[in-house]
Structures are given as C-alpha cells and as structure tokens.
C-alpha cells in the first residue's frame, strides 16, 4: 500500500507532514507514506527544503493520493505537466483527497465534478470561482474523493484514509497516539465524529 | 526575534513542523524561525530529509529554543557535543520548550531541576528516571521553561511561544489560522485554555 502527500513548492509544513507523520502509525510490511513532488527537493512557504521521497510521475502506482496545499497553488494550477499529471488520477481505483488550497488543484483537474469540498478561508473564492461549492465544515468525501479545510484539518484527512484503507480502529489507534496527553479521548471521538458520516 | 526548533536525526515531523507553521504566522520583520540541527541535514524517524535553518552551534543567539522530539532521543542524551551545546542554554534570558522526548533532553542538560514536566506516554518513564516528575496533561510551564506532551500539544507549545514573544492575541490570531473550518474558535478556546495558567 502506496501513499503519496503530493507536495510543491512554497507548500505549507503543517497541510504535508501532518498527514505523513499519522499516516505513518501503521508499521505494516508494504505500507509505505511518501512525499511526492515534481522535483527533487522542495522548498516550503516558511523556508524548508527537503527531498521527495516519490516521483510525482509515478501517480497511477499510488494507491491513495492526498494533495497538500502551498502559496503557489495557483500558480501550480496553470502548471500543465502537472495538471497533465493529476488529471492521470482515477477515484475509480484511487483514494484521494486535498487539503486547503490542494482542493483547487483537484477541481482543475476535473476531479470533482458535482461534488462539494472544503478548503481554508483564503482558497475559497478561488475554488468557488472552479466551479465548486464549498462547505462551511472541516471534512467532506464522497465516495474515493476528500477534501478538507484548515491546516489541522489535515488530522481528518489522514485520519479517513487509513479507515478506508487498512479500519476504524487502526485510525483511531493513531490519533489517540499523536494526541494530547489528557485529551487523547476526546482528540480521537472529535475526529472520528468528523470522518465517521463518510465512511 | 529569532526562535529555533532542535530538530535531530530521527526526528518526528509533527513536533518540529507543527511548532514551525504556527511560529511562522507571525509576519513581522525580525521575525525569524528556524529548524536547528548539528548537521547540514537531518532525517525524520519517517525518512524525510531536510535542510536545518540554522546551525545549533548558534545556540546562545536564539531569543526562544523549542526542543523537539524523535525515535533518537535517547541516543542524542548521550551525546557528549549536542549536550554540552544543550548546557548553553540560559533560561533568565531565553524562553525554552521542550515536545515529548525533548524533555528528556532538557533533564538531562539539569534545566528542569524542581520542575515537573509534560512528555509523551514512551518517553515518561525515561523523563522519570531521570529524576523529573511527569504530569498527566498536555502543557506545563514554570517561568521561561515549558514542556508538552503528545504530538499534537505542539500546538500548545507554539502558541504559548507566541503569547510570551509576542502576546496573546497573537497567539489566538494564528491558532484561528491553523484550525479546522468550522471548529476554529473551540480550537482557540481550548489551546489558550492549556497555555493561559503559565501566561
């Protein structure tokens, strides 16, 4: 089980690593959590620069796809390998989802015909002016498309993919690890009352 | 104002990262936050590599030091160089943190002495060994020394960062940011409920 956190350049810390740390709680032979990305290493919107740990241009090999969110996105957006790249992805026999302004990459791609999503409050009229509703709530998917909306939202976004992935119990076994000592209860019931109507 | 995150071979990214995007919501000039690292990169306990910001060499120009936590911790309390560099630190003048194992480091380095802290549920036993009483909460703070526990009370740490370097509106400002769509003012709400007795 491959999944990828699509990541560009000018990408936002939280929205990538987030997800990869959760999604790494499962130490299962074959699971595998990767950054992808266009080029060899990235540069973050605060400065960070690290190296991709998959090619963005093996796409259809991954098995979930989350595309994270950055200040370029926009600019991504016109990018036409990468759209190429992205409009490779098929829901039919992918999970996938995007946070914050990724959720305007996936809409571009045509990925989320008729189908509402969330972003954060800065992507909004860029993503309604693609065509798509946006949601006044964290998490929404339907079927094998997510989206969420915020930075620490992308604990839900992870949190979905691995009880579509591997169950429940697996997802709230990894919350309940990477959350607050003394809150660790309450962390795991908000979210998996968040992702709990779409699974 | 320059504020580094020790961010060591093994690292957990939510602990570094997390602290990093929230600081990072600070647009002021002079505002500067950096990962800090002995070497010129650093790898994750999940295989992301990435460039430090700053070398941890400098460690007595930071104005605030937030130590974060890995898979190596234990190993890095046994290093003679990185804990003569720890033994630099001065709290009458720098503000000092401390996520999960890191507080490990901070025992160590004897800047905890006559103060409980806040670990994760792996690293207690150690912290206790080490002759520190553990609290059974996210956050705890005695003057410029603070420490917190479990992955996600890196937002506990950051925002009580802010609030002392900056002010507490800030600090409520930028969780507001990073909070999920729809859930932003309980997230405000509960942080600032964690960080407001030490303030």
Known sequence: MHIAILTFDGFNELDSLIALGILNRIKAPGWRVSL???????????????????????IEAFDAVLVGSGIKTREIAQDTAVMQTLARLDPTRQLIGAQCSGTLLLAKAGLLADIPGCTDLTSKPWVQEAGIEVLEQPFFARGNLATAGGCLASIYLAAWALARLVGRDAAAEALHYVAPVGEKEAYVERALGNIGPYL
Do not use: H, W
């Open 36 to 58: 992808a990305a266009p080029s060899a290493t990235v540069t973050s919107m605060n400065g960070v620069q690290l190296y991709r740990q998959a090619e963005l241009d093996e």
